[in-house]
């Protein structure tokens, strides 16, 4: 068999076509990327335990999302800039994602526009990642676009009020190709320069957020983007049981277990963690998704990325209470290597890898 048959492959393919400061950018980690490392190894540290003699004729992969039925629970989380890895970038993922029935949630910061993205996929189940701008009518704009567009619902990450150090992307003085804009901004106010990421010195992208980003973004802020949306809001990177109660009090649709692919707080837990190896069926340990499906209690939807790269790793999330999964480093990955084409494979290889799965747990 020729061509890319695990994740893996495809990370290898990516890395070889890829401009070096372009593949710098999507796999670096915060710091010394120990959280990264984790992340991964954190899945190989349970163990599965499987039933047998059971009828696993029939499978059913489907689970829903804010209320939307997904053919699978593998989602695409927001990645910024994915004209970088191949010039379809979000309409390629935006494609995938129709095609097989599962959600896909659009950066801020993506280099196609939501009109664009809603153009080129008008059926695909879409969301919107958000950032809090310091200027408000940004992001109330933004807001009132999705929701005109029929986006579903929002994804407001709050692990980012300053951005994470990444040290390849500080050496590399990292900038989007003077070719490539952030298009959702282009129509806000042509004469700024929102749309464009430039690094003088240090990452651009972290100047950029010192610029625009609000570091004041408080719990209040929520109460206020929930004024102006009856849209859902999920928060974007929580990792802690506290942190989930007050999101619960805060009444949000859903929590998204994520340290941002280990971008931000380098050495805090890996999102699905755990001390020694353990069963599915039986765990006492205290790990981020364990910790905030148990604080919520129900009270709203939790879901998890960071690390996912084989089907046992979405059987480990799903079975700790995770609606479902996303990924975001290997659709960049399949996206370099071969467009719409390469996502897919990506997630194919995911949906099948997950029922092979399942059906030998039983
Ligand atoms: N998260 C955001 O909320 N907004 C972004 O614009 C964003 N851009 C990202 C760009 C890259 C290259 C990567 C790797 C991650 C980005 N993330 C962003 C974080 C992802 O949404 C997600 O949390 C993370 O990638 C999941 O981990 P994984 O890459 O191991 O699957």
Redesign the pocket.
Known sequence: MSGPICVKDYEELAKEKLPKAVWD??SSGANNEQTLLD?QQAFTRYRLRPHVLIDVSQVDLSSSVLGSTIDFPICI????MNKMAHPSGETAVVKAAEALNIGFMQ???STTSIEDVTAAAPNALKWM?LYIYKDREVTKQLVQRAERLGYKGFFV?VDTPVLGTRYRDVRNNFSLPSHLSLENFKSLDPTTKMGEVSGVDGSGLAQMVAALVDPSLQWSDIEWLKSITNLPIVL?GIITGEMAKQAVKANVAGILV?N??A?QLDGVPATLNVDFCLTISFSHQIDALREVVQAVDGKCEVYL????RNGTDVIKAIAFGAKAV?????I?WGLAYNGEKGVRGVLEILQDEFKTALQLMG
């Open positions: 950018y999507y992340n989380a927001s990645t910024a950066s801020t910061w990642q990450t974007k994520s941002h692919g971008r990325d960071g690390g996912i996303f990924l975001g480093r290997p960049l």
